[in-house]
């Protein structure tokens, strides 16, 4: 059964990179392998002209390579949000999550907080949301946003948690509860903290899939409008991640 982890990061996953490390992902390799590389190696064909691809490396999993010469101090590259997710008080469909999660006070069937759930109801395309909703918006993405979302890690769900099911229902979505739930853990492995008033989260691509490393070969800031510039190189790089 899932834990239920009401803080505002769940223990371990405090960075979307630090699951890279734990024993999960490490049974999990098989399983991912072959999990959209085609999706984030056009991205990165589109966005970086395929100066960085996605490879599959026993014992990580999926990382991003450098395929061109890196000289020490260059900018490797910067990447925009893949999505944002605010907290939205005035909107009844975040109150109606909001007063779930607080209904339930020995926290024994919504394991997080309401922003969790929101974030991944936020990312439901317009065509899964035609049959309306019962009160209040939610914000959609496109089909290749979603897309994205949920090649990010996350372990394979086989079927929706009660919480789920019970948000969909209660704002009276025709969407399958199990594409919600990979949403909802896509969002949980993969998000950053992107404001705190109101609070709001954040989840990037190519930044997903940069390995990590206690001596890092490069480092990453937080350009203008939250974009994540990554660099400056510490050392030169070419074919290493």
């Known amino acids: 059964a899932r834990g239920c982890l009401r803080n505002r990061f769940p223990p371990a996953v405090t960075s979307p990179l630090c699951h890279r490390h734990s024993s999960a992902r490490a049974a999990l390799t098989a399983v991912m392998e072959d999990w959209s590389l085609d999706v984030i190696n056009a991205y990165c064909q589109e966005k970086f002209n395929g100066s960085f691809l996605c490879e599959v490396v026993e014992g990580k999993g999926r990382i991003m390579i450098a395929k061109k010469p890196v000289k020490q101090g260059e ?5 925009m949000p893949l999505h944002i997710a605010q907290e939205d008080e005035s909107n009844d469909a975040f109150q109606l999550v909001k007063r779930l999660c607080e209904e339930d006070e020995d926290d024994e069937e919504f394991c997080y907080e309401p922003l969790w759930y929101w974030a991944a109801l936020s990312s439901l395309t317009e065509e899964q949301l035609k049959g309306g909703i019962s009160m209040g ?5 496109t089909p290749e946003q979603q897309r994205q979302l949920l090649s990010l890690y996350h372990e394979p769900e086989e079927e929706a948690s009660h919480a789920v099911k019970v948000i969909v229902e209660s704002l009276g979505l025709t969407v399958e509860p199990l594409l919600v739930e990979e949403l909802l ?9 992107h404001s705190e008033e109101p609070l709001g989260y954040s989840a990037y691509f190519a930044s997903s899939f940069i390995s990590h490393s206690c001596g890092p070969n490069a480092v990453w800031v937080e350009g203008d409008n939250a974009a994540h510039v990554r660099g400056p190189a510490r050392t030169s790089l070419l074919g290493t991640r």
């Open 75 to 79: 900018l490797l590259f910067s990447e």
């Open 137 to 141: 918006s939610l914000k959609t993405v």
């Open 185 to 193: 853990q896509a969002w949980i492995l993969n998000c950053f903290e």
